[in-house]
């Protein structure tokens, strides 16, 4: 018999060890947080992107719920709907003149709370604040009671929305300014001091156009919460004088042209332009510091 | 005031900085007490000091930026305490540069000089980032430049001006060490060549007796003791000036008596003799002082003659560490005290610790301070600021 | 030795010149705008607080007989709204608390280069009309829609109409309490998520590796340490919701019905229409109070910090 000799077979080569396989559901509770942040984010934009999408819709009858069929009618015919392009002039019109009081007079507060010691510092910032917090209803109709016991003084109309507007956004001005003013360093105006530049020369030269991103920042604030305003804007108004909102709410009730849409489409695409451009130069400046 | 040598005729010759029992008080808090000092014109003056000292103080109500309390600040005969700062013929570096992010280089340094309405912006401009070495950047913005170049760019700033003063607070204190080292040396020589004076705040003690003719060190709120880098090193006045520049051993002893100019001490036992030129006190209670470079070390029984030095005996090395340059010895003397001795890397045999070893030095390396004052005034903890003097009397 | 000093060393040390007209300018600067709160907030309150007290009718015009009969009747007559009111924009917050969370967690901390476009997705909502947008549910939530139709084949539907406060009434999703409560967190949605990531973004991400080092399961590192020092953003995100929800109406009446009446709409009828201005003035000035306290408890216990 002959002697074998036995050679123990080489060991079959093994794989290298691979990771455990992770199954989908592990996947989906490691990630559970950002799923459950798409599905919130889907549910803030839906409503905007209805806004846009509903603009092109040729609606059957008087409202605009239901999709019907892709026009551009809308927007080659948008001042049809008897008011609004008025409503919407009106709305721009006190816009602009209640955003640039509104950020005069927030920006001189700013830099006085921002800059100065003074007595009665914690008062003036509840002041401030309090507008912030109180509820619209209140805040409008409080001012309606004002202007009625006035009412031989002033009426009811443009003038009075003007007021009220810019009351309710001066705070939002002070602290974005205020912010602003907060962030810039000192040292630069003594630099500025320094170097022989007076104390105007400083302001003008050193602080303003370092704070002018806030002020600007402020001032968009101010414009889109008086653009967009609706329930003191209607404690405050007459039937003469319909801002934007004000016929979008009524057209709620009596009929939804899709003009309205045309002009929320055109508001979005404008702030995204804004947002977009501020976006860009920033962008920039972080290319060029690299 | 006679016209120093090689000054250049657009330096404007106004005469020395001098601060005139200047005191600033915030509140309850003295930041700066009764200080008086007077920078020669053209000359590298430092103020040195732990943080919280008053030296950036002292700067800023030079510079106008602070109100003084009482005092006044004069430049050669004419009194600036009232005057705005932009009316000053001073001008400050920063220590964060506080260049003007939304300007470029250009237009920062032309800043100055456009506000006085001066003539030729473009050449002076040019200039001033000529001496700097930054002409090519002149179109950036601060925020593109690296911190050794925003640095320049400050100093350029100012010194475009030509002020009478310049003023550098800490400007070095951001930059890594081969960078300070090297703008150092190029602070020198500008300042050199310009021929402004140069008023330099710094905690670092190795800058200020690097860079300045002349050094003051200051100490919550006063000025210690005032004069050029060699004499406070090899001479200091005060426990504070003792221990903050460089570092020193400082050794209880009593006056025994006198012989000729120098003073017989006696420190534990121990005889020490002590030139009377080199003690700052006339009390009988003296701290005498010796720097530990100064220090000799030999094992028991092999020192060589010992006459006419300062002789310890009794010690016993404690703790040895080889540094390449030197080697450290921490010396246990009979009476408790450890004492520092830096021996020069000559190739001598390092002592190993436990040694028994004689000490000795030149008597006229000795220097004998006032007992009464507390001995760990201005010591810097490893990492820590040096403690500034608590209770000094003197 | 010491320091040289040659001038006047007897003669004590003069005070420097003073500068005057400091004190005044922030005073000149407050003026303008102080002002105008002051004649148009603080004022018309003033106003609305005697108006409630007041009887007469619009035409003949109003007298003062301080009749705070006016604020008993009211209450009586309309504190179910009050109470809806204050339920709706309780709800509503807790919702926009519970989902807003992970939205701002994930701008916070898991967003990365897309932080800044994540951020302005969530303020894209207000780019336009907030009265349009709140349509727009109308036609979201139409039964018509899909999202009815998934709702009736999944018979969540059903699930919603039981119950003693059904949130569905009618067979439908439209003009029901869900329609408002849905539309009035949608609403306040941005006013959540941004002061919640302000407040995530400035942690030291390296507690939260602490936290998760030191606590073995993700949701202990949560509640133990991200969750405390989100608190301030939390008590900013809650309170910038539930004040104006809880005087909000245009949800109710564009999405509701009859039975979802909010005091908002009470407060917006009175004046308006049936102008019983002391009813009116009472309703409001209760609301604003009502607010002022639960906002100071809040506060108060929660704990203050900068307002403004």
Redesign the interface.
């Known amino acids: 018999m002959a002697t074998v000799t036995e050679t123990r077979p080489a060991a079959p080569a093994r794989p290298a060890p691979r990771p455990p396989r992770k199954g989908p559901l592990r996947w989906v509770r490691e990630h559970i947080v950002q799923i459950v942040a798409f599905f919130v984010f889907v549910y803030m934009l839906l409503p905007n992107l209805l806004v846009v999408v509903f603009s092109f819709n040729q609606p059957k009858g008087k409202y605009n719920y239901e999709w019907e069929h892709f026009s551009l009618n809308a927007w080659l015919h948008p001042c049809a709907p008897p008011g609004m392009c008025s409503a919407v002039k009106l709305s721009l019109e006190i816009g602009i003149l209640a955003t640039i009081l509104a950020t005069v007079l927030g920006t001189l507060m700013a830099f006085a709370l921002a800059r100065y010691r003074f007595a009665g510092r914690a008062a003036t910032n509840l002041l401030i604040f309090m507008p912030m917090a109180t509820p619209e209803v209140v805040m409008g109709s409080s001012l309606l009671t004002l202007f009625v016991a006035m009412s031989n003084i002033i009426s009811l109309g443009a003038t009075t929305i003007f007021i009220a507007h810019v009351m309710f956004c001066v705070s939002f001005v002070v602290v974005t300014v205020k912010a602003r003013i907060a962030g810039l360093d000192p040292r630069l105006e003594q630099a500025a001091m320094d170097l022989y530049a007076t104390e105007r020369q400083t302001f003008m030269r050193i602080t303003l156009p370092l704070v002018a991103p806030g002020i600007a920042a402020g001032a968009l604030l101010a414009f889109s919460l008086s653009f967009d305003d609706f329930i003191i804007t209607n404690f405050n108004s007459s039937a003469t004088s319909q801002t934007f909102p004000l016929f979008v709410w009524g057209a709620a009730q009596k009929g939804t042209p899709p003009q309205m849409n045309v002009v929320g489409t055109a508001m979005f695409l404008v702030s995204f332009i804004i947002v977009g451009i501020a976006q860009l130069i920033a962008w920039r400046r972080r290319k060029a510091k690299a | 005031m006679s016209d120093p040598a090689g000054a250049r005729p657009d330096v404007q010759q106004d005469g020395d900085l001098r601060i005139v029992q200047v005191t600033k008080q915030f509140g309850s808090f003295t930041a700066v007490d009764d200080l008086t000092l007077t920078i020669p014109q053209g000359s590298f003056f430092a103020l040195l000091g732990p943080s919280g000292c008053g030296k950036t103080t002292t700067l800023r109500m030079v510079a106008g930026l602070e109100d003084l309390t009482l005092g006044q600040i004069l430049i050669g005969d004419k009194d600036i305490t009232g005057t705005k700062p932009y009316r000053r013929p001073v001008n400050t570096v920063f220590q964060n540069y506080a260049l003007f992010p939304h300007l470029d280089i250009f237009e920062n340094v032309a800043f100055g000089l456009r506000r006085r309405r001066q003539p030729e912006v473009k050449r002076r401009v040019d200039e001033a980032l000529e001496l700097v070495e930054l002409s090519h950047l002149a179109r950036r913005k601060p925020a593109q430049l690296s911190g050794g170049q925003q640095q320049r760019v400050a100093l350029a700033r100012a010194i475009v001006n030509r002020p009478s003063v310049l003023l550098l607070d800490e400007p070095l204190g951001a930059l890594d060490l081969k960078l300070r080292r090297q703008m150092q040396i190029e602070l020198k020589r500008i300042q050199t060549e310009v021929g402004i004076t140069f008023v330099h705040v710094t905690h670092d003690q190795e800058e200020a007796m690097t860079m300045a003719d002349t050094i003051a060190v200051m100490n919550a709120g006063r000025v210690e003791q005032m004069g050029d880098p060699a004499t406070l090193y090899e001479n200091p006045s005060t426990t504070f000036v003792a221990n903050f520049l460089g570092q020193s051993n400082l050794i209880r002893a009593t006056v025994s008596g006198t012989a000729g100019d120098d003073l017989l001490l006696v420190a534990s036992g121990q005889k020490l003799v002590l030139p009377r030129s080199r003690a700052a006190t006339t009390s009988d209670e003296l701290l005498v002082g010796v720097r530990p470079e100064k220090i000799r070390v030999d094992a028991d029984g092999a020192a060589a003659t010992l006459d006419g030095m300062n002789v310890l005996t009794g010690g016993v090395v404690s703790d040895t560490s080889f540094t390449g340059v030197s080697t450290q010895y921490l010396v246990r003397m009979p009476w408790g005290q450890e004492l520092m001795v830096f021996a020069q890397n000559v190739g001598v045999e390092v002592l190993r610790p436990g040694t028994k070893v004689t000490l000795s030095w030149v008597p006229s390396h000795t220097f004998g301070l006032d007992a009464a004052q507390d001995a760990q005034a201005g010591v810097e903890i490893e990492g820590e600021e040096p403690a500034p003097a608590v209770g000094v009397g003197s | 030795?010491?320091?040289?000093?040659?001038?006047?060393?007897d003669v004590a040390?003069?005070?420097?010149?003073r500068?005057r007209g400091r004190?005044v300018?922030?005073?000149v600067?407050?003026l303008?705008?102080?002002l105008?709160?002051?004649l148009?907030?603080?004022?018309?309150?003033i106003?609305?607080f005697s108006?409630s007290l007041q009887q007469g009718s619009?035409d003949q015009g109003y007298t003062m007989t301080w009749h705070w009969q006016t604020y008993v009747d009211a209450f009586q007559l309309y504190w179910p709204q009050f109470l809806r009111s204050f339920i709706y924009a309780l709800i509503a917050t807790a919702l926009a608390l519970l989902?807003?969370y992970?939205?701002a967690?994930?701008?916070a901390f898991?967003s990365g280069r897309w932080k800044?476009f994540l951020l302005?997705?969530?303020i894209?909502?207000?780019?336009?009309?907030?009265?349009?947008?709140?349509?727009?549910?109308?036609?979201?939530l139409?039964s018509?829609g899909r999202v009815y139709s998934f709702f009736v084949k999944t018979h969540l539907l059903n699930l919603l109409q039981a119950g003693p406060y059904p949130l569905v009434t009618g067979n439908q999703l439209l003009n029901t309490p869900l329609a408002v409560i849905t539309g009035l967190t949608?609403n306040f949605?941005?006013f959540m998520v941004l002061p919640l990531f302000a407040s995530l973004d400035r942690i030291d991400i390296r507690l939260l590796e602490a936290g998760a080092d030191l606590y073995g399961r993700p949701w202990t590192a949560f509640r133990k340490v991200t969750w405390p020092l989100s608190l301030p953003g939390v008590v900013a995100g809650t309170?910038l919701t539930f004040?104006?929800a809880?005087?909000?109406?245009?949800n109710s009446k564009?999405l509701g019905n009859p039975n979802t009446t909010m005091?908002?709409q009470v407060?917006?009828g009175q004046?308006?229409r049936v102008t019983d201005?002391p009813t009116?003035?009472a309703l409001?000035?209760t609301?604003?109070a009502a607010?002022l306290v639960l906002?100071s408890i809040y506060v108060w216990r929660a704990g203050t910090e900068e307002?403004?």
């Open positions: 030795m010491s320091a040289l000093g040659t001038v006047g060393q040390a003069p005070p420097p010149p500068r004190k300018v922030p005073y600067l407050l303008p705008g102080l105008w709160l002051v148009f907030f603080i004022v018309p309150m106003f609305l108006q619009l989902i807003g992970p939205v967690y994930t701008i898991k800044n302005v997705l969530v894209a909502p207000f780019f336009t009309s907030f009265l349009l947008r709140t349509l727009s549910w109308q036609t979201i139409s018509n949608y949605m941005p309170l004040i104006p809880a005087g909000d109406y245009i564009l005091i908002g407060i917006d004046f308006l201005y009116a003035a409001s000035f609301l604003m607010i906002v307002l403004v």
